[in-house]
């Protein structure tokens, strides 16, 4: 089992770049794969970006693509998602969610491990 906990978030103009971080506990952190999901207010939670747990594939939702980069470092238990040309169509809480092993899943009912999330607030 693995415990997750988000941070980085918060208000920037549009155009502006964040780097949020999740940084997960247990010896077996290697083992997982990683995503990001977001939540606007009045929406439902949609995927964002993942990552494998070798960090050799990653793969995105189309309107973060060329925008958003997701990495991990094994060694800190640590995942990032690094977020330039924000816009205020970004603006959601982002969490950070884990699974044993495997790649390309972008279903929030995939991933049984989440963190509590972090608030991304992009302004015009």
């Known amino acids: 089992q693995v415990q997750l906990v988000e941070s980085g978030g918060g208000l920037v103009q549009a155009g502006g770049s964040l780097r949020l971080s999740c940084a997960a506990s247990?010896?077996?952190?290697?083992?997982?794969?990683m995503a990001w999901f977001r939540q606007a207010p009045g929406k439902e939670r949609e995927f964002v970006g993942g990552?494998?747990?070798?960090?050799?594939?990653?793969y995105y939702a189309d309107s973060v693509k060329g925008r958003f980069t997701i990495s991990r470092d094994n060694a800190k238990n640590t995942v990032y998602l690094q977020m330039n040309s924000l816009k205020p169509e970004d603006t959601a809480v982002y969490y950070c969610?884990?699974?044993?092993?495997?790649?390309?899943?972008?279903?929030?009912?995939?991933?049984?491990?989440w963190g509590q999330g972090t608030q991304v607030t992009v302004s015009s």
């Open positions: 247990g010896r077996t952190f290697s083992s997982y794969a």
């Open positions: 969610a884990g699974r044993m092993g495997g790649s390309y899943y972008n279903q929030v009912y995939e991933y049984p491990y």
């Open positions: 990552i494998s747990w070798s960090g050799d594939n990653t």
